[in-house]
């Protein structure tokens, strides 16, 4: 697995940018294989609570993990402008998590990203400053990963 | 036995285990603390000595056996893996595979017993156990060769009688400076291509000078008209010790003798025998020439002539076949699975805008396209049923000789082997199936005096009995012996601490069997390398859930154990009832349902406290999918209830839906890996809208 904390201190990375509640996060885009409109979730019985179910994403069936349940946020309100990010991860496969909003992709240098340093059990490995805003950056790895 | 026919899969599945442990010890070098890793390196190990053992090849079974020691001893904490243990490992699997590529070449492991590693494998173990190295076990074979090479018995190569041109040769060699050496080579009895071996001993010797007397001639030589020894006359400025070795190297060569030859001595020897005429030498040497080249093309034609022969024996009675890549097929299926998604929505667009397609010839050339798809699907599936037979066929060899070994009278008795299942299973099932047979014979059977005591027949019996039932296969594996003691097992978990004693209490007898399934869960006493070291169970029960399949035990003690391995028939594409869950679409597979019924709400009654219905002389226990599945409750509960009877083997139960939807024909995919595996959902489905559809696991539910 690449480790992307690694590869940020070499070079420029860039993220795509996704509203979540009021906050703003960054998700590499190295892992992203898609943005895709919400549609009928199909909903696994006995799955764990912050899996909303599977897609058909072109023939292929893809879980949907609501991100907002994961990190202990109120459910997700699925508006117009929701959209569903399918990330692609090499072991495991696709995985589709849910997002309010898509906003942008931006390009952040290492200069710019604060790193969290030692702490543990957090989605967020590291805050990027985009002009004013702020973007929290996910760390993929442990979004995917089964307890948190 | 005949095993030759299965050299292919063999072949193919060392290579593959080779290849695991090699990027297992990789991955070991980086990481010694890998657990996961450790267990897997271990099992293949395992499954490459037993592959080895029922194939036959003593050699190769026992280096890895003393390499899978290694690998217990790591992973029982012993021995921690170290740069020595990695490079010597490696030393192993090239080992290994020089032993395959010889059984590639021809069908037989060599003779290479490779003491050295064998040697340094068990003094790592012992140094890690704080022993010191022991001698190394004299070399039998070795020793033995090298008596039997000195010369003692009588000079063969000196009794030749020799035409003149071939004197000639030699007086010739001998007047330049060369020597002129003679040989006699014998070869091993066992030997099947005695004119290939003759051919490399020539040529290992050619690269030292050239041969000028062949006996039997060169071309009987070729011919296999000679029985187990022939001689040569070779002219050479090399030392005569240096070729002997280059002989004596070559496999299946049981001795080498040899001693310089002079001319006089043949000529004293062959003054009282007629001359013959002597033809012109310069022909001698052509001929020699020529059929040293000839042997070359010659040699190549043989060999995979002999290695074929048995195969090609075998697949003539199968009649007229090609053999296709798996991958082709796999290609081909999915190809058909979109097809059928496509046709899918064909036909919910015909149903559902009925109103804009009133052209009866759509719904003709639809119902077409169904039944096309149908027979295409069967088709392809059909291509890819193979009878069972190519894996079960091993084990009656395996039990004899597991007889023997164990010192235990049995007999193997196998039905049903013509039973047909989808290629991908049958080539994975092997594996567990062997396992379960060796348990059988291994810890299942009593010796025979036990069972003379217990009035037993002396003879043990070992069953197999395939057959196919709905949408499944049934393989039962099992013995009439000792049974499961399910207290020794109770105690033995309490001992290893992987149940506490009040959880012990409170499980049932079939709870604490299943513990046997668990990793490094083993009873046997002492580690033979038949079965024992907790291996096995776990791995039959992950290979056979990793093919969509479930296993399960019978036993009575003193009267024996019975695995029940079940399997589905296909793994793609299924015909199944969907039906509906308040507005959830399942599916269920059509091969699990026996009937369906309409039932009203009073004639539920209740037996301890379970809802069951009264059908035709059966009580079934009814199951409430809505309940099982979470779904919303129903405001007010229906007077009518749709009733789904479906069967698990003997048992049957009642699946109460809202709705059914008809049947469809289904492509199986998998949920992936990030969704907790509950087993009640096998996998997920599209259907002719996209929509996805999930497929319950009838199974599952009992």
């Known amino acids: 697995m690449v480790n992307s904390l690694d590869l940020a201190e070499k070079e420029m990375k860039q993220y795509i940018v996704v509203k979540i509640g009021s906050e703003q996060y960054g998700i590499d885009i190295s892992y992203v294989d898609n943005i895709v409109r919400l549609q009928k979730i199909t ?96 760390e993929i790895n442990a979004i995917v990963e089964e307890n948190i | ?209 050239q041969i000028i007397v062949y006996r039997p001639s060169s071309q009987d030589i070729e011919d296999e008209k000679f029985e187990f020894d022939f001689s040569f006359y070779i002219s050479s400025d090399e030392d005569i010790e240096k070729i002997k070795a280059a002989a004596a190297a070559v496999s299946e060569i049981d001795k080498v003798v040899c001693g310089l030859v002079k001319e006089e001595q043949i000529t004293a020897k062959e003054k009282k025998e007629e001359k013959e005429v002597a033809p012109p030498p310069a022909q001698t040497t052509a001929v020699a020439m020529t059929t040293a080249v000839e042997t070359v093309p010659e040699q190549k034609e043989n060999k995979p002539a002999a290695v074929n022969k048995k195969p090609v024996a075998a697949k003539t009675v199968t009649g007229r076949t090609i053999r296709v890549d798996i991958e082709k097929l796999d290609a081909l299926m999915n ?49 890819r049923m193979v009878p069972i037979e190519s894996v079960v066929n091993k084990f009656p060899r395996m039990i004899r000789d597991l007889a023997r070994k164990l010192n235990k009278k049995m007999e193997l008795y196998m039905t049903g082997e013509d039973t047909e299942l989808d290629r991908t299973v049958v080539d994975q099932i092997g594996d567990p199936l062997q396992h379960l047979l060796r348990n059988s014979a291994d810890h299942g059977l009593e010796d025979n005096e036990t069972r003379l005591k217990r009035g037993k027949p002396e003879v043990g019996s070992i069953f197999l009995n395939a057959y196919q039932e709905g949408n499944n296969v049934i393989i039962k594996v099992g013995d009439d012996g000792n049974g499961i003691d399910v207290e020794a097992v109770r105690t033995k978990a309490i001992e290893r601490g992987t149940i506490t004693a009040e959880q012990a209490e409170n499980m049932s007898k079939k709870e604490i069997v299943n513990l046997l399934f668990l990793p490094s869960f083993s009873m046997a006493k002492k580690i033979s390398d038949i079965s024992g070291r907790g291996v096995g169970l776990d791995v039959v029960k992950s290979n056979i859930e990793a093919l969509g399949g479930d296993v399960e035990v019978a036993t009575s003690l003193g009267e024996g154990t019975t695995f029940t391995v079940r399997l589905p028939l296909t793994l793609a594409i299924i015909q199944a009832l969907m039906v509906e869950i308040r507005d959830e679409k399942y599916a269920i597979a059509i091969g699990s349902i026996t009937t369906l019924e309409s039932i009203k709400v009073n004639e539920i009654k209740y037996v301890e406290a379970r809802e069951v219905i009264h059908i035709r002389g059966n009580v079934i226990p009814l199951i409430r ?78």
């Open chain 2, 335 to 383: 190809q058909v699975s979109e097809l059928i998604i496509a046709k899918n929505s064909l036909v919910s667009i015909g149903a559902s805008e009925s109103g804009n397609f009133q052209n009866q010839s759509f719904h003709d050339q639809i119902e077409y396209l169904e039944r096309i798809t149908t027979n295409l699907h069967e088709s392809v599936m059909k291509v």
């Open chain 2, 625 to 702: 999918l809505d309940k099982v599945l979470d779904v919303e409750k129903q405001k007010e509960e229906e007077e009518d209830l749709t009733v789904i009877i479906v069967k698990k083997g003997d048992e049957q139960a009642g699946l109460i839906v809202d709705n059914l939807m008809g049947q469809q024909e289904i492509v199986i995919k998998p949920l992936g890996k990030y969704i907790n595996n509950n087993k009640i959902i096998s996998g997920a489905t599209i259907l002719g809208d996209g929509e996805v559809a999930l497929i319950l696991d009838v199974n599952a539910l009992f």
């Open chain 2, 1 to 209: 036995m005949d095993v030759s026919q299965y050299l292919e899969i063999f072949i193919d599945e060392t290579n593959e285990h080779l290849q695991t442990l090699s990027d297992c010890i990789m991955i070991l070098e980086k990481e010694p603390d890998n657990k996961d890793t450790i267990n897997e390196v271990f099992r293949a190990a395992h499954s490459l000595k037993g592959m080895a053992g029922t194939m036959g090849f003593k050699r190769m079974q026992h280096l890895t056996h003393d390499m899978e020691n290694v690998f217990q001893e790591v992973r029982s904490d012993k021995i921690q893996v170290n740069s020595a243990m990695i490079d010597l490992l490696f030393k192993c699997l090239d080992a290994i595979e020089a032993y395959l590529n010889n059984v590639k070449e021809s069908s037989d492991e060599g003779t290479e017993d490779n003491e050295i590693i064998i040697k340094e494998l068990n003094d790592f173990i012992a140094t890690a156990n704080g022993e010191k190295p022991e001698a190394a076990p004299a070399p039998a074979k070795e020793t033995e060769k090298a008596d039997s090479a000195e010369p003692t018995d009588g000079v063969g190569y000196l009794q030749l009688e020799l035409t003149d041109a071939e004197r000639n040769a030699i007086r010739a060699a001998e007047e330049s400076g060369t020597n002129v050496y003679g040989f006699m080579v014998s070869i091993h009895k066992d030997c099947l291509l005695k004119a290939a071996r003759a051919f490399l001993v020539f040529k290992a010797v050619e690269e030292f000078g």
């Open chain 1, 43 to 138: 909903r696994v019985p006995k799955a764990q609570s912050y899996f909303k179910g599977v897609i058909n994403l072109r023939g292929e069936i893809v879980p949907v993990m609501s991100i907002r349940l994961k990190m202990d946020l109120e459910a997700d309100v699925f508006t117009n402008s929701s959209r569903i990010i399918i990330l692609k991860l090499e072991e495991k496969g696709a995985l589709g998590i849910i997002v309010d909003e898509v906003k942008e992709v931006v390009t952040l240098s290492d200069d710019e990203i604060e790193r969290n340093t030692g702490k543990k059990d957090t989605f967020i490995n590291g805050i990027g400053k985009n002009g004013d805003e702020l973007i929290s950056l996910f």
